[in-house]
């Protein structure tokens, strides 16, 4: 299990973590969210002993990660799909770190399997593609066969099949019990994958639940209904008390659930084609961080003259951005 503390960490004046606490427990896929420059990465980093923390703690089955006695057997972690020699195969690279932790030379043969690059194991990694590159350092997570797992970013340049197979492999080791802990940008993928969800911004908590309870509180949420019938249903359901908006090829109901709309058109004998919930991890998540993104694009309405002559680069960038040169 991971288990963050009140963990705050300052770089100068900049607070990148303010006051965190969680827990990530085992047999569960948990998402990891936030904004760009929410602290998601400095979080990982204060749980790998990468960088200290100002205050607070973060430990990993109860202890901080410095003080684990045999830490790739425990903890498996890729920050950066990259960290790697490029001048090594794929095989070498591994092999290191075996010989290093004392893991058997066959345990590189498994993973390499395992991932998927035991075709290219042998070549040197300069070449991969973004893509093999995470292979790589998930293979490298799992060398020790660890309870816990962490991954920033997994799927970056995976293929539709990797995507798929990366979702695959964190479902497994849930299953097997093992505290996961993944961080994405794509919230599609994290909406079919996660059990659980840790939001940030700003460096601090904004929601710790699970990712259906998550998704549910998106004010965008509707019952869409598919009817040939959708006149009539619609005036039934408005006069039961329902918001219907939409038109013949939908209509989408509000304050009222699936369960009451399907008997209200089952006793008026009407038919229905579709009953669905319509509300995504994306727009809860948006709705969350709306006032809490730390980099948010602006749009710049002065002419190109002005941009030619203005002296700040703010002005320049944005004028090269539609075209302009130097």
């Known amino acids: 299990m991971i288990e963050i503390t009140e963990l705050t960490k300052h770089y100068g004046k900049t607070r990148a973590v303010n006051g965190l606490s969680f827990q990530v427990r ?90 998927g690059l035991a075709s290219v194991g042998r070549k040197r990694v300069k070449g991969f593609s973004l893509g093999m590159s995470q292979r790589l350092g998930i293979a490298a997570a799992l060398l020790g066969d660890p309870g816990v797992l962490m991954f920033d970013e997994p799927v970056n340049g995976l293929d539709p099949e990797g995507v798929r197979w990366i979702r695959t492999l964190l479902r497994a080791c849930a299953d097997e019990g093992r505290t996961v802990l993944v961080s994405s940008h794509l919230m599609s993928e994290m909406e079919y994958t996660a059990d659980h969800m840790i939001v940030i911004a700003r460096g601090e908590l904004v ?16 019952i869409r209904v598919r009817t040939p019938e959708h006149a009539r249903l619609s005036a039934l359901l408005t006069e039961a008390g329902a918001n219907v908006t939409g038109g013949p090829e939908e209509l989408r109901v509000t304050r009222m659930e699936i369960a009451q709309i399907a008997t209200l058109a089952a006793e008026h004998r009407l038919p229905v084609h579709e ?52």
């Open 207 to 222: 929601a710790d639940c699970g990712t259906k309870e998550l998704v549910e509180r998106s004010s965008q949420r509707y």
């Open 275 to 326: 009953l669905s919930p319509q509300s995504s991890l994306e727009e809860a998540f948006m709705e969350l961080t709306a006032d809490r993104v730390e980099y948010k694009a602006q749009v710049h309405h002065q002419s190109q003259t002005d941009h030619r002559t203005h002296g700040d680069h703010r002005g320049q960038a944005a004028y090269e951005a539609q075209g302009g040169t130097r």
């Open 26 to 115: 085992p047999g569960v896929v948990t998402g990891f969210l936030g904004p760009n420059g929410a602290g998601k990465t400095t979080t990982m980093r204060l749980i790998m002993g990468l960088d200290r923390p100002t205050h607070g703690t973060a430990t990993v089955n109860g202890r901080p990660y410095r003080q684990l006695r045999t830490p790739l057997r425990e903890v498996g972690c890729m920050l950066d799909a990259r960290a790697f020699h490029g001048g090594r195969s794929a095989r070498a690279h591994l092999l290191a770190l075996a010989h290093s932790n004392g893991f058997p030379q066959r345990r590189v043969d498994e993973v390499l399997e395992l991932t």
